[in-house]
């Protein structure tokens, strides 16, 4: 046959890390046509990726409004990809994770009776509330998608039994790891230069992201009142919080840590600059989903703000706890990692159970194999077992 034409569609600055490497891979290979289609669902943080990585989309939606709904999103996504769709005419399209854009996508998709390659499925909280949209987006992703790229096993068997069959599934490892392997430098400096002026090796570093829909609000607030106690009781602390740029999540930062001394709020940062934060981090409080896979790479434990995570391979590794958003929990155990070596220790010397590096090259090999260029199936990637 000739090349297999292949759409990825992504918007948001998580979709374009983890799908900035497969790009290449797709890019790379000699019989496959790669087309690259962004909505923009964020603009600012997303063109920071694809600047890096050095993507430059064939198709740009542009569809970021400021304040915007997920009705607003879900909508021109929609009607912005169906023309593209219908002039490109592709032959499989490649969503990613849980964001509004990955479902639209894959609506537009089912709609112009294209395949779907859903990459990074079969994550479950198994509660359609949280975390919100994320966990319906990638249910009704995963009924939609004619191939499932699951990061690990437990994955996978959540899609299993939700009736998907076994040989449309393929375990690949998360592509986050394989972008990480381009990204973190021992010897790194930053470009962000309040930076560069904490001192990493004689501070203990607490990276720190807090920004979901279900956490506005008092959640937030609890989460904020939190890290201002430890900052106060532990002067070798040093907070790094990246603060997302929705408005409601900057006027509570600001608002309860904006004259904490040793707490800097940052924008979101670049990748590079990210990844390289995290490397020279004590540990991660976060909320995010990615984080919690990128920071056991780096041997950094995770508190996750949220009383559920789809992520439960980096609980069960010992990588991430789950901690929820009352106060008192929050501040006992950062208070815990903060004074108890042991159980820090153990928590960052655990197996990251999330990938090798080469879940793109896997996925890849999984999109030629359907579609009968390769004659063998990619075998699946499981976790080196901890010595």
């Not at 920004?211 to 904020?224: A, T």
């Not at 990251?352 to 879940?359: E, T």
Request: hydrophobic fraction near 40%; proline fraction near 4%; charge should be negative.
């Amino acid at each position: 046959m000739d090349k297999v034409k292949v759409m990825t569609v992504f918007g948001t600055r998580p979709e374009a890390i983890k799908m900035a490497p497969l790009v290449k891979k797709l890019e790379e290979n000699e019989y496959i046509e790669s087309i690259v289609c962004v909505t923009a669902q964020h603009r600012e943080m997303l063109d920071q990726v694809l600047n890096f990585f050095e993507i430059k989309p064939d198709f740009d939606l542009n569809i970021m409004q400021e304040r915007q709904s997920l009705s607003g999103i879900t909508s021109r996504v929609l009607e912005g990809l169906e023309e593209i769709i219908i002039k490109t005419k592709p032959d499989i399209i490649l969503v990613h994770g849980d964001t509004t854009t990955t479902f639209a996508g894959s609506l537009a998709a089912f709609y112009n009776k294209v395949k779907i390659g859903h990459v990074e499925a079969g994550l479950r909280t198994f509660n359609k509330y949280f975390p919100f949209p994320e966990e319906m987006n990638r249910k009704l992703t995963g009924v939609l998608s004619d191939l499932h790229f699951s990061p690990t096993l437990t994955s996978k068997e959540n899609l299993l039994r939700e009736g998907i069959k076994e040989e449309d599934i393929f375990i690949t490892g998360n592509t986050v790891i394989d972008a990480m392997t381009s990204t973190v430098k021992d010897d790194y400096v930053f470009e962000t230069e309040e930076l560069n002026l904490i001192d990493f090796k004689n501070k203990k570093v607490i990276m720190m992201t807090a920004h979901r829909r279900e956490n506005w609000g008092q959640p937030l607030e609890n989460i904020c009142s939190a890290v201002k106690e430890i900052a106060q009781r532990y002067k070798e602390v040093e907070f790094v919080y990246l603060v997302h740029l929705n408005p409601i999540v900057k006027e509570t930062a600001y608002k309860i840590l904006g004259d904490v001394n040793n707490v800097h709020l940052l924008p979101p940062l670049d990748t590079k600059e990210t990844h390289n934060l995290m490397n020279k981090s004590y540990l991660v409080l976060t909320d995010s989903g990615g984080l919690q896979e990128e920071a056991p790479h780096l041997g950094k434990p995770v508190l996750v703000l949220r009383d559920v995570t789809e992520r439960p391979e980096a609980v069960k590794a010992g990588t991430a706890k789950a901690i929820g958003t009352n106060k008192e929990d929050i501040i006992k155990n950062i208070s815990m990692l903060l004074e108890n070596n042991s159980e820090y220790h153990k928590m960052a010397n655990s197996v990251n159970p999330y990938g090798d590096g080469k879940a793109s090259e896997r996925i890849v090999d999984a999109i030629l194999y359907h579609f009968g260029i390769k004659k063998e199936r990619p075998l699946d990637f499981y976790p080196a077992k901890k010595k």
